[in-house]
């Protein structure tokens, strides 16, 4: 095994330099510039911090001013529509009688109207002597037929009528059909009256097609 050996050759041009001093100074200058640095970074770790906390609490400031003017701004709207308490009252009974007459109207039939229609369609000389009317309401289901060639029907009209001749009854029933919600019209019996004339019965099925609809309108209108 061979010793290492020591290389003490001249330097030509190097700069004379020797350092007296213990190797525990060198290393209390490198401690001491090491707690400067870290110092320095605490010091800039606390004014970051410094900084955040100051946002933070201008941010929670500001949020806090907001909330106080929008809890002011709800109480100011409450005490307004506190004036109005009244008015969407009437509203909301206004809004419950359009119901309730929707719900009490949506089987009315203008009875009125419809027989003045059908006089209109009926020849001059045939006179309407009764009309038995028999419907439905809101509060009972009208009864329906059995029969599978049967139309629904809401209300149904026993109509005597009178003609001076001989009655020429599928005219009239044409005639019939062609008013609103007629699902079927069918002659009963036919009677001659003493002075000539014939009496003639005719009953009537009526559908939902009669309806007025004037309570359909939840607003109001006709």
């Given at each position: 095994?061979?010793?290492?050996?020591?290389?003490?050759?001249?330097?030509?041009?190097?700069?004379?330099?020797?350092?007296?001093?213990?190797?525990?100074?060198?290393?209390?200058?490198?401690?001491?510039?090491?707690?400067?640095?870290?110092?320095?970074?605490?010091?800039?770790?606390?004014?970051?911090?410094?900084?955040?906390?100051?946002?933070?609490?201008?941010?929670?400031?500001?949020?806090?001013?907001?909330?106080?003017?929008?809890q002011a701004d709800t109480t100011d709207?409450?005490?307004?529509?506190?004036?109005?308490?009244?008015?969407?009252?009437?509203?909301?009974?206004?809004?419950?009688?359009?119901?309730?007459?929707?719900?009490?109207?949506?089987?009315?039939?203008?009875?009125?109207?419809?027989?003045?229609?059908?006089?209109?369609?009926?020849?001059?000389?045939?006179?309407?002597?009764?009309?038995?009317?028999?419907?439905?309401?809101?509060?009972?289901?009208?009864?329906?037929?059995?029969?599978?060639?049967?139309?629904?029907?809401?209300?149904?009209?026993?109509?005597?009528?009178?003609?001076?001749?001989?009655?020429?009854?599928?005219?009239?029933?044409?005639?019939?059909?062609?008013?609103?919600?007629?699902?079927?019209?069918?002659?009963?019996?036919?009677?001659?009256?003493?002075?000539?004339?014939?009496?003639?019965?005719?009953?009537?099925?009526?559908?939902?097609?009669?309806?007025?609809?004037?309570?359909?309108?939840?607003?109001?209108?006709?």
């Amino acid at each position: 095994m061979k010793a290492a050996v020591r290389d003490d050759g001249l330097i030509l041009g190097g700069e004379p330099r020797i350092n007296l001093l213990p190797p525990e100074v060198s290393a209390q200058a490198a401690d001491r510039s090491l707690r400067r640095k870290l110092i320095l970074v605490t010091a800039g770790v606390l004014v970051l911090v410094l900084i955040g906390v100051g946002g933070a609490f201008l941010h929670a400031t500001s949020s806090a001013l907001r909330l106080v003017a929008t809890q002011a701004d709800t109480t100011d709207l409450l005490s307004e529509q506190s004036k109005y308490v009244a008015v969407r009252q009437v509203e909301a009974q206004v809004e419950t009688a359009l119901a309730a007459r929707a719900v009490g109207g949506w089987s009315e039939v203008d009875w009125k109207a419809y027989l003045q229609g059908m006089r209109a369609v009926l020849p001059a000389d045939v006179g309407i002597d009764a009309v038995t009317v028999d419907s439905t309401s809101p509060l009972t289901v009208y009864p329906q037929p059995t029969g599978p060639l049967q139309e629904p029907r809401v209300a149904t009209l026993t109509v005597t009528m009178v003609s001076p001749g001989l009655p020429t009854v599928p005219q009239w029933l044409d005639a019939l059909h062609t008013l609103p919600g007629v699902a079927d019209a069918v002659p009963g019996s036919i009677t001659a009256g003493d002075t000539g004339g014939y009496t003639v019965v005719v009953t009537m099925h009526i559908d939902s097609d009669a309806f007025s609809g004037r309570f359909t309108d939840a607003t109001g209108g006709n």
